[in-house]
RNA sequence: CGGGGUGUGGCCCAGUUGGUCUAAGGCGUCUGGUUUGGGACCAGAAGAUCGAGAGUUCGAAUCUCUCCACCCCGACCA
């Protein structure tokens, strides 16, 4: 492992996906394994990854869902079931056809998502009404084999959270819908992360679904990433899967069913939305190390007291933060900055002798690069102002590049090719988006609730010129 | 699947008109010493079936053929 040596990352404006395999291999957040489209999760990666799940699994069991877990094989012919699920699926699935040294009768797939892996056996534990609403949800991988992977944004395999749930009626599980999306708007928020959350247009619905509503977020390029989805699923798969229940009319009927999930996807996003030229800045709810203590010494007397007072230190600090002390001998407190910043460790003390016999601490924060000198007594409140204080900033900075990079167009000529994200009146005509697609690599991203409601700003489609219906938002993406 | 590219110690890579290549250099690693306020320095050491196979040749990292793998750009997606 080398931890020594000057890391070279790209820079942001001269190639920005360049700029983020860097940062994702010098923060050691995962590197590529032997399986084509697989990642390795290094220990810093993954933790980021965990705190960003036990906030949503606080989330969802506050709100009353319950984990479960499902083999990660599926019978072939349960995918079948569903006629616009497999046709969405097919093309990226991992099939195993040999197990215990025999070919397979029934062909297994390796899940791309569980709607055919729980519903069979949703239909036998829900009977009557009584038994709904189910909501479950389960921490689970998956696996597509995509044609084009991407560290975090698009593996093969990836892990996630997928909640299942059921409804004795459409109004249920609709409303259900808004409330995860909403909960995953927050989750994004605690990342800092601003997002705009709306309908899917017909084209870019999940497959087998009726509605897909999504949560939409924006890269430092100016590109979309699609954050998290949360699908009304209508009776489609209760029909195939006979999930019905007796009501108090004494009648069968079938239930009504959503699917949502959030990946660690978010990740990538997190390094997208805030990364700089100098590697990862993260927010400090979800940075593995809140604050990292770099002591500086010149001789075996001068590192006594800067180790004691850091031990002190760090005593205090571990309270409340997740706070660490870079104890490696041998390495340079220039080196040992560079390699924390990378890194994205919101909050750096410096501790030198200077600190130690003036009872001071010099204090970096990494969401702007500054340093400043604080008396010791002063630190703990500081260092509660200055979390929020980063935690808030980054929020702010992301927001105001968002809200500054999408623009409002009338027809496709005034298509910027650096400006990606646009507002547009629009027909909704599939045929259309195909168009737009093909000539400038853009879909539609989300309709928004409120232009949902109201008329088009202009009542000619900017593609076809035939009758617009809504104002809808459009990117190119990741 | 289309377009482009690359395979040489752990990593980056030089070498590709065949010939002291018994494969250079940098980073990292190990040992010893000196260092430590913005990516330290010196000395020494270990580490390579040159992606695989076949062929041409006195001689192949280098030429020919076949295969394989991976990466990047597009379509797909959490």
Redesign the pocket.
Known sequence: ?????????TKQAT?F??WY?DVVR?AELAE?S????CGIVRPYGLKIWELIKAELSRRLEEDGVENVYFPIFVPLANLEAEKDHVQ?FA??LAVVTHAGGKELENKLVIR??SEAAMYKTYARWIQSYQDLPLRLNQWAN?V?W???????????????QEGHTAFANEEEARSEVQKMTQIYQDIYKFMAIPSLAGQKSE??K??GAVA?T??ELMSRDGKA?????S?YLGTNFAKVFNVNYLGADGQSHLVHQNSW??????V?ALIMVHGDD??LRLPPNVAPIQIII?P????DDG?RQ?LAYCQELEQTLQKKYRVKIDRR???????????W??RGVPV?L???????NKKEV?V?RRDD?R?E?ISRVNLDNYLVNLISEIQDNLYQQAQNFFTGHIKRIENWEEIDKQQVWFEASWSEDPETEKQL??KY???SRLLLPENAQRAPKNKKCFISGQEAKHDWLFA???
């Open positions: 492992m080398s931890i020594t040596g000057k890391k070279t990352i190639d996906p360049q395999q010098e590529p032997e399986v084509r489209g969405g093309p990226e791309p998502t998956v597509r995509e044609k084009r992977p991407r560290a975090f944004l698009r593996w093969s395999e990836f892990l996630w084209s870019e999940f497959a897909t999504t949560v990433i699609q954050g998290a989805t699908h999930g959030l990946s660690w996807r978010a990538g100098n590697g770099v500086i010494y010149r001789d590192q800067v001998q041998n390495l340079s407190p220039g080196f040992k900055f560079n390699h910043e990378i750096r410096e501790i030198g002798l200077q600190e130690v010099t970096f690069d340093k000198l697609k093909e690599g853009i879909v190119r993406s990741y």
